[in-house]
């Protein structure tokens, strides 16, 4: 069997399409909490249809991703950086889902109007309307998408030091239209 050079079309479609959804999300999501409540509730809406979809993508990846052998590490990766590597890789595969799951426990208890994500998922008729619950659940989604910052700027400033400070693959493997070799 031979090596896998580089991630495949399908793997590259779902982690570009999930890092662009989740970085907005990241980018927007805080600002919500100081809009008025009008204005805040249609956001809401497309807020969770996002992190509907990012789930759904993710509970896509994560089968493909088991079952489809990915890149190996480079010839100028230590063996702490492949741990880490796997860490953070592994990391990301959990909180993304994660933050979509507190995003959706608030919505079930939010007591403010109702959260229904694509104008079909009524979330917030699945539970009683429930204010301690809701907040738990919002502190919840908030410090996860605080973790979740570190590990995508972390994911971030590695791919860039290994393009431009080791000079080796890992970016150019995930890019959509990156030409790979063997080392």
């Known amino acids: 069997m031979s090596e896998v050079l580089k991630y495949g079309a399908t793997a590259k479609w779902l982690h570009w399409l999930v ?6 999300m990241l980018i927007f999501g805080p600002g919500l909490e100081d809009m008025p409540l009008d ?3 249609q ?3 497309g ?9 759904v993508l993710m509970l896509i990846r994560w089968p493909w991703r088991l079952t489809h052998k ?5 010839s100028t ?6 741990g880490m590597s796997h860490a953070m890789h592994w990391g990301l595969y959990v909180l993304i889902p994660l933050q979509v799951i507190f995003g959706i426990l608030q919505a079930m208890y939010i007591t403010d109007y109702n959260v229904v994500a694509f104008g079909l998922i009524d979330y917030s008729s699945w539970a009683a309307d429930d204010k ?9 989604h908030g410090v996860n998408s605080k973790l979740l910052m570190l ?3 972390g994911h971030f400033g590695v791919s860039l030091y290994h393009h431009f400070i080791q000079k080796d693959v890992v970016l150019k493997r995930m890019l959509p239209f990156g030409k790979v070799e063997s080392d």
């Open 77 to 82: 990766m230590a063996r702490w950086q492949i």
């Open 70 to 74: 990915p890149p190996g590490p480079t």
């Open 151 to 153: 590990l995508i700027l």
């Open 39 to 41: 204005q805040k509730e």
């Open 19 to 24: 890092a662009f959804l989740v970085i907005l």
């Open 132 to 140: 301690g619950l809701a907040r738990i659940f919002h502190i919840c």
């Open 47 to 55: 807020h969770s249809g996002l992190g509907t979809l990012v789930l």
């Open 43 to 45: 956001t809401v809406m």
